[in-house]
């Protein structure tokens, strides 16, 4: 059995795009609880160990604190979050695509970004954030939490 087919998600993992002041605030956000951190990495890590394959993942709004993080507009800029993220591990190492759709969101990567990806997760369960990686047009925004 593939390892992405028996990894089970776990936390609070929180995704969203701002409609409101995009120009400063491009692409998808995304926060998570350290176990949603936890969780992802698996995730990323079985999908490594099967080489391509795909997984949806359950995603929570963001709350109030989280949104406060970016600070768009002292945190009341207008927001959409979808309630699930389809991830697709590619087989061209170089894939990135993050698009706007919203339901459900899917990114596609190959295996050049699932370094970035996951440290970029890991980060945030240490209190790191405000940094993106992907391409010009389909950034992912990394958020600590509060608290």
């Known amino acids: 059995m593939r390892a992405a087919h028996i990894w089970k ?4 993992i929180s995704l969203w ?4 002041n995009e ?7 995304f926060n998570a609880d350290a176990a ?10 079985a999908l490594s160990r099967d080489g391509e394959g795909t ?24 927001w959409q979050a979808p309630d699930k993220l389809k991830v697709i591990l590619s087989a061209r190492p170089d894939d990135w695509s993050f698009p706007p759709a919203i339901e459900p969101a899917v990114v596609t990567l190959g295996t050049s970004w ?11 369960a240490k209190g790191r954030g405000d940094h993106a990686i992907g ?11 509060l608290g």
């Open 36 to 45: 949603g951190c936890h969780s992802l990495v698996a995730l990323l890590d």
């Open 114 to 124: 699932l370094a970035p990806l996951s440290e970029g997760i890991q980060g945030i």
């Open 55 to 78: 997984r949806t993942v359950s995603i929570s709004a963001p709350a109030n604190d989280q949104l406060r993080v970016p600070n768009n507009k002292s945190g009341l800029a207008a």
């Open 135 to 145: 391409s010009k047009d389909h950034h992912l925004w990394f958020w600590w939490c």
């Open 17 to 20: 795009r701002y409609t409101e």
């Open 9 to 12: 998600q776990s936390g609070r």
């Open 23 to 29: 120009r400063n605030y491009p692409g998808w956000h």
